[in-house]
C-alpha cells in the first residue's frame, strides 16, 4: 500500500474541526458580543479620535503656528508620522500580493486583518499632508484637473508625489480588501437577519457562489497581486525622494528608496504582530493563528530588519567615505548631538534587539514577539524623527542650527491617528470577519485530502 506524504502545510490548522465549526469559530467575532478587551480598545480609539478631531479643529482655525516647526525644521512630526502610517500599511499589501503569487497558504489567516491594517493605516497618514498644506480647503489644487486658467500641478514638488503615491495605494489597496471580502459577505448575508441582510447583501454583490464566480473571483484576485506587487516598493521609494532629491545633509544619498522600503516592510509586519497576537488571545484563534504563523511573521520581521540594520551602517560609512563636511558633520550631530539618545535608542532597537529573532526560542515566545513588535514600531518612530527632525535641525549654516520642540497639538494630531486605526479596526472586526473564512475552509478540504 502506498504511503500518502503529510501536506507540509499541515500544521496551519490545528485541531479537530469540521468545516461548520470551523466557519463558526471564525464568524464569532461578527457574530457575538465583543469581548471585554474589545470594547476597552473602541473606547480609547473613540476617545483619541475625538481629540484628534480638536487637534485639527485648532490647527484650521489658528493655523501652523500651533506646531512645533520653525527654521529650518519646518517638516516636524507632522512628516514624521505620515511617513510612519505608510510604512506601517506595507505589510497587508505585502501579504495580499506578493505571498498570493508565491502560493503561500499561511497566508490565509492573515491577509484579512492585515489589508484592514493597510487601509486604516493609508487613512491616517492622507491626513497629515491635507492639514500641513496651510489652506487645505484648496486641496484639489494637487490634482492635475482641467481648468480655465491652464494651470497644472508642479510635478517638481514632493507635494504631488505624496499624493499620486497615496491615491495609488489606497486604490489597490481598498481592491484587495473588498474583493476578498464578497464571498464572506454573501455567507454574512445569508446567515443576517434585518438591516445586517441588507447591508450584506448590498456589499456581497449578488454572490452565489457558482463555479462562474469562483473562476471570475480567482482571476481577478490574481491579475490584481500582479498589479499590486509593484506598488509595495514603489509606494514608499516615492516617499523616500521627497527627502533623496533634497540637498539637506543627511537626506541627499541614492540608497534612500530601498531603505525606505526595507523600512515599510520591517515596520508593518511589525505592527501587523502587535494586532494579530491579541486578537489570537481575545477571540482564541490559536487554531487558525498558530505559531507557525507567528514564525514566519517573524521572519519576513528580521530578513527586513537587517535590510534596514545594513543601510544604517552603509550610510555611516557613505558620509564617512564621500569626504563632504556637511555630511558627516551631520552624522556626528545625530550620534553625538542633542538628539543622540534618540539615535542611539533607534539603533539598540533596530540593529541590537532586532537579533534576537534569529533564535527560534525568541520567535517561539510570544510575549517576547509582541513586546518587539512594539519597541520595532517605536525603533521605526525614531528613524524617521532621525530623518526628517534631525536632518532638518543642522544643515549648512551655523547660524540656522536650531531644535525643535513639539507641541500638544503636534502629539494629539499622532495620538488620534493612532486612536482612529484602532477605532477603524475595533468597528471592521465587529462588521466583517478578521480571518477569510472562505480561503480558509478552502484551506481545510486541501489540508483534509491529505
Known sequence: MAHKEPHPDRDLIQGDWTEKSLVEKLLEPVEKPPPRPWRLVAAVGAALTLAWLYAIFVTFVRGLGTWGINQPVAWGLDVVHFVWWIGIGHAGTLISAILVLMRQNWRDSLNRVTEAMTFFAILAAATFPLIHMGRPQHFYWVMPYPTHMALWPQYKSPL??????????????????????????????????????????????????????????????????????????????????????ALVPGWHVTIFPPFFAAGAIYSGFAMALTLVIPLRKWYRLEG???????????????????????????????????????????????????????????????????????????????????????????????????????????????????????????????????????????????????????????????????
Open 160 to 245: 504631488s508625489w505624496d499624493v499620486l503615491a497615496i491615491m495609488t495605494y489606497i486604490t489597490i489597496s481598498t481592491l484587495f480588501l473588498y474583493l476578498g471580502l464578497i464571498p464572506d459577505l454573501a455567507l454574512l448575508r445569508e446567515r443576517s437577519r434585518g438591516w445586517r441582510r441588507k447591508f450584506y447583501g448590498w456589499l456581497s454583490l449578488g454572490w452565489t457562489g457558482s463555479a462562474l464566480h469562483w473562476q471570475r473571483y480567482r482571476a481577478v484576485y490574481v491579475l490584481l497581486a500582479g498589479l499590486a506587487t509593484p506598488v509595495v516598493i514603489s509606494v514608499h521609494s516615492v516617499v523616500s525622494m521627497d527627502f533623496a532629491y
Open 288 to 450: 487558525v493563528i498558530t505559531e507557525r504563523h507567528l514564525d514566519w511573521m517573524a521572519k519576513i520581521t528580521l530578513a527586513s530588519g537587517l535590510g534596514v540594520a545594513y543601510i544604517y551602517l552603509l550610510e555611516i560609512f557613505v558620509m564617512w567615505y564621500s569626504a563632504e563636511p556637511h555630511e558627516w558633520a551631520q552624522q556626528l550631530w545625530r550620534m553625538t548631538g542633542p538628539y543622540a539618545p534618540y539615535y542611539w535608542a533607534m539603533m539598540l532597537i533596530n540593529v541590537g534587539l532586532l537579533q534576537t529573532l534569529w533564535f527560534p526560542r525568541f520567535r517561539r515566545n510570544i510575549a517576547w514577539l509582541f513586546i518587539f513588535s512594539i519597541l520595532a514600531n517605536v525603533g521605526m518612530w525614531l528613524e524617521r524623527f532621525v530623518i526628517v527632525v534631525i536632518s532638518l535641525s543642522h544643515d549648512f549654516v551655523p547660524g540656522s542650527f536650531n531644535l525643535y520642540f513639539p507641541t500638544w497639538v503636534d502629539w494629539t494630531l499622532f495620538l488620534g491617528t493612532l486612536g482612529f486605526f484602532l477605532l477603524g479596526l475595533a468597528l471592521f472586526i465587529r462588521l466583517f470577519p478578521p480571518i477569510a473564512v472562505a480561503e480558509m475552509v478552502h484551506l481545510f478540504h486541501k489540508l483534509r485530502k491529505h
